[in-house]
Structure formats: structure tokens, C-alpha cells
């Protein structure tokens, strides 16, 4: 059963659904452009949308290689991971452009004082939205107290959804969705120990889909929609349909 499209969706898209996570920096356009398309066909529909996007091997890879090199972020580190991230961020953005979207961007070390995410500036993202744009923000790196944070876009989009009080809260994996014990993705999840843990195979350094479930479990609790997919079934997530693995807390 259909549950109705989305007013205001916050969709995450992850640093691994767009970008080749064993080459650095180096975008997945097919993906990119696939994502774009969907989320402007949803704003042409008359939703509301806020884009978050991920590290990938972009801001994944950056840290990763800081950290071999140096053992530690310092907060000067900062400035290259975020040089790296923008890098990807203006090629969403473009993506977003070319399919019609007006996408306005929000480096998270701008809107947020560190990475208390209560401390973000979402005031910039709800003007945005009356103005009839598209804003994006993304996982990011913010100095705090003699170190670099790094601060997912998993949990942003969470904020965001959160505090802005949308309906839906999408996050857009690689795989159909959260992989439970049978090697299947599951279509409900209500508890993080149904997640089947498989080796991670490349550089994540906010903690992997264990993570990102935490989260969305969290958010589940005042969020009414929140789905774990792939790109392929962005759209029909969007529209309500039962795509994906649908994310609702126990204990409402
Ligand atoms: C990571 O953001 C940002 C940096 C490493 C700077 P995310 O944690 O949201 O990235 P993905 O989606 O897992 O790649």
C-alpha cells in the first residue's frame, strides 16, 4: 500500500551511491545524474526537498589519508578536507543544475559552530526553501577545540528532518536496502541488531551502516518516513511506495 508522496523530504545521498569508492575523488556521474533526475521529477511534482550528500572517496579518503600519514587530525586539517568535500559538493550541485533544480549550497563549517549539531544554522535552509530553491549541504569537517571533527551527513540529514519537521527522510545507499540476517534486504527494520555486519572493504570513518541505522532509528521516532534504498528506487520512495527498508523505532 502506497503511503502518500512526500511534502518535505530530506534525502541523503551517500558518499558510496555516487562517487567509485576505490578510486580517490572520483565521481559516479551515471549514478549522480540518475539521482538528479529522480529528484527533480519529485520537485517538479510540487515536494519540498532538502539534498545531503556523503564523503565517498572524497571526504572518506582525504581523512583516511590524513590519518595514515599523521596519526591525528589537527585543526588546521581541516581546511583540506573541506577543500575536497566542496570539490564534490559543486559537482552535485551542477548535477542538480543541469536537471532543472536550483540548488543552493551550505558548507556545514559555515551553518554549524562544531559538531553539536544543535549549534547548526538551519534558519539559512528554511529560507531557502520559501524561496523556491533547492538547498544542499553535506558531510563535513569543522574545527573544534585543537582538532578536526568530522561531522556524516548522515546525521545532518537527521537534524534537518528533525528540526525542520519533515515528513520523510531518505537515505540512499548502494545496495536496495539494510541487508538483514537472511543476506536479504530487509523491508521493515526496528532494531539495529537485525542488521547483518559485512567487513567494510574501504575507508569510512563515520561508522558504516551500523551507524547510519542508529540514526535513522532515532529520527524514526519523530520523523513518520524514514528509508533506507538505492538510487533505482529513489523515486518510488518518494512517491510513498514500499521501497527499500522502512525504518521505525520500537516504543513510539
Ligand atoms: C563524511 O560524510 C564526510 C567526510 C568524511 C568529510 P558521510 O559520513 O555522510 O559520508 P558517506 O555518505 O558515508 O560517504
Redesign the pocket.
Known amino acids: 500500500m502506497s503511503r502518500g508522496a512526500c511534502r518535505l523530504a530530506v534525502v ?1 545521498l ?3 551511491a555516487i562517487t567509485v569508492k576505490e578510486l580517490p575523488e572520483t565521481v559516479d556521474y551515471r549514478s549522480l545524474e540518475e539521482a538528479a533526475l529522480q529528484l527533480a521529477e519529485y520537485r517538479s511534482n510540487g515536494g519540498l526537498l532538502v539534498v545531503v ?4 572517496s572524497f ?2 579518503a ?2 583516511a589519508r590524513i590519518l595514515r600519514e599523521k596519526g591525528r587530525l589537527s585543526p588546521l586539517d581541516s581546511s583540506i ?1 573541506q577543500e575536497s ?1 566542496l570539490k564534490l559538493a559543486l559537482i552535485v550541485t551542477r548535477a542538480l543544475q543541469d536537471k532543472g533544480l536550483k540548488p543552493s549550497l551550505h558548507p556545514p563549517h559555515s551553518l554549524c559552530i562544531n559538531d553539536d549539531l544543535s549549534t547548526c544554522n538551519l534558519k539559512v535552509i528554511e529560507r531557502d526553501l520559501e524561496e523556491g530553491l533547492t538547498p544542499v549541504t ?4 569543522i574545527p573544534v577545540g585543537g582538532e578536526t571533527r ?5 546525521d545532518l540529514a537527521a537534524e534537518i528532518a528533525v528540526r525542520l519537521k519533515a515528513d520523510c527522510l531518505i537515505y540512499v545507499i548502494r545496495e536496495p536496502g539494510v541487508i538483514g540476517a537472511s543476506g536479504e534486504p530487509l523491508q521493515t527494520l526496528r532494531d539495529v541488531r537485525e542488521v547483518r555486519v559485512v567487513d567494510m572493504k574501504w575507508d ?3 561508522g558504516g551502516i551500523i551507524r547510519k541505522v542508529e540514526i535513522a532509528l532515532k529520527a524514526s521516532k519523530t520523523v513518520e518516513n524514514v528509508i533506507i534504498t538505492n538510487i533505482e528506487n529513489l523515486s518510488r520512495a518518494l512517491k510513498g511506495e514500499p521501497v527499500g527498508t522502512r525504518i521505525k523505532a520500537y516504543n513510539l
Open positions: 541523503k551517500g558518499g558510496g550528500h556523503g564523503g565517498g571526504g572518506h582525504t581523512v578536507v568535500m553535506y558531510g563535513d569537517a568530522i561531522v556524516s551527513g548522515d569510512d570513518v563515520t
